[in-house]
């Protein structure tokens, strides 16, 4: 993919000069334009514009808080349909042309975005999930004053335009795989997967359907004009022009582009309009584009600086040494918090520059954090009254993140690690910079926080290295003569290493059945839940295990002194209240303390045996235990945390607990924490503390913890916990300037620098990452809204061409969402009622899909009328969901029509129907299934490769496992894992029977279907969707039907986040086959029976692909791939003895 600057692009021979001086002037990020008697209509800066056909002065028509998008004229030119965010919810709204005040069309909580208008300009087409199944839309119509809003009779469908006379509809079924909605965008050029999307013209009522013919690439954006179909299509390069005659079904080339992409087209019915690279151009039949010179002059809010309150931004926290106060990385600024007095204090104030992962010094003087102020992130030291200028240390000259500075204890070293898999100490008095040990074999989708702990005298770093068995080592790192040594065993994982802060022992956590959760990338990592102890290693040959017997003895006044001397060592000094934070600052230099007793390490004695003598497991229960910290001398600190192995777990929610050497007991310190640290002194303890996840929370979900500081001592049983006013930390005082240019300027510096880090292949696929910075940097520099530096940065990333390569959020402003709420229902109008079609149930087995109208008691059935919603009477012209607002989770009165009279009962509505709708799908096909096969045919659906098919598959499959055979649907599949547990599962094979006394015969393996096995996937199916009927058919368990898949095998791992929150990906893990090929990315894995989901047989209640799927096992079954079970053997008589 090539970039060209401003708009002298392919078609600069038919560009003007005006519109050549008006291409070199600042750019503008114009987009999605449409077209109507002599005005174009597009969205700039977040708001929707006008402008005349001949160009000029725009007019701003909308000004709402939030992003307005999509304008779309009706046909007779004197209403514009546009999607806006007016009540923190995505939703269809009109507005006269010539400007005036916008009215709210749909009020359905589920993204409804405007496509179109029928023929008549009585009905606005809108598309929307509302009432999908899983991950498609569908189009709706609508009356522009709102009400019932109707599905057309279409299976799947995303956008598309009516025909002039609307008999028909040219449409795309399914989403682009490199869609852009100013939040969300997806960067995915040169795509050539089996989503490239494709256009239907499909007649209605008839439903007969005509595709327009397709090459591997997508046709985007269908618009009719003259009587011929035009549309977008890369089937020759970056996005061109084509058209399609009905009559003769030819494709013709309009308008070849070879330059950036085009993103959007539209007509009038005559004329085309579309953008490219943020301006505008019409285009007449048989002619060449024109660009269209726009003056978007006016206020502009978003850029303007101010101070801009960053509490919800927090980050990274860190505790200062006796917890009198915490740091915190917000917006690209390091702070301190005080924890009851004191001002909240900026110590960076750099706009422009992104500053992470703050640490306080143990003497209590300077903060330590990573800046990327002179273009690479370097480690940067400020005294903690932000007094004086940082000191730099410039850390490595290729792009790297660097993560988890650890000081040690003599505040002279600093310890990190970063994303190349590698381990450094930084001497802060030489500026040495030195690797420790060697990198980890395997960095995707594993913790990079390398478990890290110092000694007490500074001069031994113990680390956690990911080996090449895929279990961690602990390792010591010797400061003075730079040489490492593993202190574990590696036929157990060892991780989260904490010295004791008498120098005595090295403590960590231990595993001798976590070998298949390391695993991560194969599903078969979640079958298993490791369970861990905590250990301690005895630094010296002569030094006692810490739990030796005890005998009451008097000990020689010598022996009593030398034991307080030890105590003492191990306690931090510098202990001055506010951590000496009003005292000025002094230069770095070495403190001056009395250095402690020095760690005796006896490495020559560390021989494999003597490490397993050194070694002992301390009385603690073993569990799912995380995150070790040694406290005081002879005190230990853990989390006692379910998610840290279930990836089910619906957040995190850890225990946090202590252990004694003293008294030898565990008790615990505080709840539903998602981390602590220790403060260094070790007397308080730092909490993120999580509220309790609720049963309707997903896993991995839940609001940001809540922050507190707490003496680190156990909570008597039954005691309440501390009083937040005494404890928590305020960071709604955490406030920033903000300088939006500069701020958008380092953004786009850092997503450069995030691929060039991360990406996997480091040649980017031949991409000239410096050329096409340098391009598009004037754009960057002239984006006038957070959401129009999303469009710039899909646009640079375009040119990767791979998978997997999107990017989120952002500060857009946005306005306060009203929660919506829904009843779990079909609805339809009969006598100027609003009357329940079809009720969702939830099923059996589901405690996650509350179904509001069919709980116990209620008696609420397909048919009934809704005549009030509390109390307020509700009519056919009004749209159910309009006094549903902000009722999900709250009890309602709902009032039916009922055989003697109205009737009253209470519902509690639910916030989505999307589960609920996706569990009815299921088991609609499940009974299909049954009923088509007489009962002999499992039927098993897979959403994800993730936790969540994990858990399908072993619901509906072991379920079934009386039947003969499966069909295993995987249409829809969002990824996750290499679904290597499901192959394993269904390419069991018999290996014997058994016989019992009483019962039936069993077979070994007995949780099998040995019978055929038939997959079904579409275009929806991908990235772990490709893999498993990659694998399915790889290992040859039988055929594939449906479509060609998505195409997505180069995967993610974690990346940065974005200063302002938002967040953009880069591949960093590719796959290849045995063979040695890259293999299915950006093409899919093709079907060995390709099915079209045909509107006309969906509308007449068909499913073809998953019919196919059931005549090809039904077939099978007529000629068994697995012998019959042998005849019954004859009892053996033993010969007498």
Known sequence: MRFAFIAALAAASALTPVSRATAEAAPHILQQPAISHGLIAFS?????????????????????????????????????????????????????????????????????????????????LFRSNRAAASRYTQIFEVSPEGGLARALPLPMAYAGQMSPDGRKIAY????????????????????????????????????????????????????????KLYFLSARGGPMSIYSYDPATKAVALVYANSGAEIRSLSTDGHALVFDRLGELYTLEPGGAPRLVPVDVTGDMPDVRPRIRKVGDEVQNVGVSPTGLRAVVEAHGEILTVPVKKGPVRNLTNTPGAMERDPAWSPDGQWIAYFSDETGLYELQVIAQTGEGKARRYPLAPEPAYYFHPLWSPDSKKI?????????????????????????DV?????????????????????????????????????????????????????????????????????????????????????????????????????????????????????????????????????????????????????????????????????????????????????????????????????????????????????????????DRKVETVAEHLADYEITADGEKVLLAEVSPPGPDAAPGGGPPPHYSVVPATPRPPGAPPPKADDTALDFGKLEVRVDPPAEWMQMYREVWRIERAYFYDPHFHGFDTVAAEQRLAPYAAAVQSRADLNYVFQEMLTGFSVGHLRGSGGAIPAADKVAG???????????????LAKIYDGGAWSPDARAPLAQPGLNIHAGDCILAINNQPLDGATDIQQPLEGTAGKAIALTLAGP???????????????????????????????????????????????????????????????????????????????????????????????????????????????????????????????????????????????????????????TPILMDGGHVT????????????????????????????????????????????VGLAMQKLGAPATPPRPAYPIYPIKPAS
């Open 44 to 124: 700039y800066a977040g708001d929707i514009w006008t402008v005349p056909v001949g160009g000029g002065r725009a007019t701003r028509i909308t000004t709402g808080v939030g992003v307005e998008r999509s304008p779309i004229f009706s046909p007779d030119g004197a209403t514009l349909a546009f999607t806006g965010e007016y009540d923190g919810n995505i939703d269809v709204f009109t507005v006269p042309t010539a400007g005036g005040v916008p009215h709210r069309v749909t009020f359905h909580p589920a993204a409804d975005v405007a496509v179109g208008w029928t023929a008549d300009g009585k009905q606005i």
């Open 172 to 227: 795309n079924p399914m989403a682009p795989a490199f869609g852009f909605d100013f939040t969300n965008y997806v960067a995915w050029g040169n795509y050539r997967g089996g989503q490239a999307s494709t256009i239907h013209i499909t007649s209605l009522p008839g439903l007969d359907t005509v595709d327009v013919p397709h090459e591997a690439a997508a046709d985007l954006s269908p618009a009719w004009a003259d009587g």
């Open 415 to 439: 310890a990190f690690s970063d994303n190349h898999l590698r381990s450094f100490v930084l001497d802060l008095i030489t500026g040495k910079l030195t690797q420790v040990g060697e990198p």
């Open 442 to 662: 395997w960095g995707g989708f594993t913790d990079q926080t390398h478990g890290m702990s110092w000694s007490p005298d500074s001069k031994w770093l113990a680390w956690t290295h990911y080996a090449s068995n895929h279990l961690h080592r602990v390792m010591l790192f010797s400061t003075e003569s730079g040489t490492s040594m593993a202190v574990t065993d590696p036929m157990g994982d060892a991780r989260s290493p904490a010295f004791d802060r008498n120098g005595k022992y090295l403590y960590f956590l231990g595993s001798n059945n976590a070998g298949m959760v390391q695993h991560q990338l194969d599903m078969s990592s979640d079958l298993y839940r490791p369970t861990r102890s905590v250990y301690a290693l005895a630094l010296a040959a002569q030094t006692a295990s810490p739990i030796a017997p005890e005998s009451d003895d008097e000990k020689s006044v010598a022996e009593a002194r030398e034991k307080a001397k030890d105590e003492a060592d191990a306690t931090p000094a510098g202990r001055a209240g506010e951590e000496k934070a009003e005292a000025k600052a002094k230069p770095h230099a070495p403190p001056t303390p009395t250095p402690p007793k020095a760690t005796a390490i006896d490495l020559a004695g560390l021989s494999p045996a003597a490490i397993t003598e050194r070694t002992v497991a301390l009385p603690i229960p073993a569990g799912p235990l995380d995150n070790l910290q040694a406290g005081k001398p002879g005190t230990l600190y853990f989390l006692s945390d379910p998610a840290a192995t279930d990836p089910n777990a619906r957040g995190p929610n850890g225990t946090l607990r202590r252990f004694s050497l003293a």
């Open 821 to 835: 709420g829904l009843l779990g229902a079909d609805y339809e109008i009969r006598g100027g009622r609003w009357c």
């Open 900 to 1054: 003697a009279g109205p009737r009253t009962v209470t519902v509690v509505p639910v916030a989505s129907e999307a589960r609920l709708r996706n569990l009815d799908w299921i088991d609609g096909n499940r009974r299909k299934v049954d009923q088509m096969s007489g009962g002999r045919l499992a039927y098993v659906y897979l959403p994800d490769t993730g936790g969540g098919g994990f858990t399908s598959f072993n619901r509906y499959y072991f379920a079934q496992t009386d039947k003969q055979g499966v069909v295993v649907d995987e249409r829809f599949n969002g990824g996750g894992q290499m679904a290597d547990y499901i192959i394993e599962v269904l390419g069991r094979k018999l290996q014997s029977y058994w016989s019992p006394r009483y019962g039936a015969v069993e077979r070994t393996p007995s949780a099998s279907i040995l019978g055929p096995k038939v997959m079904i996937a579409n275009e929806a199916s991908g990235s772990g969707g490709d893999a498993l009927p990659w694998l399915f058919k790889h290992n040859q368990l039988g055929p594939l039907v449906g479509k060609r898949t998505w195409g997505g095998l180069v995967g993610i791992s974690e």
């Open 1066 to 1109: 880069s591949p960093d893990v590719a796959f290849f086959s045995p063979q040695g090929q890259w293999d299915v990315e950006n093409h899919g894995v093709d079907p060995d029976v390709p099915v079209e989901q045909d509107p006309k047989a969906v509308a007449a209640g068909h499913d073809p692909q998953l019919e196919a799927a």
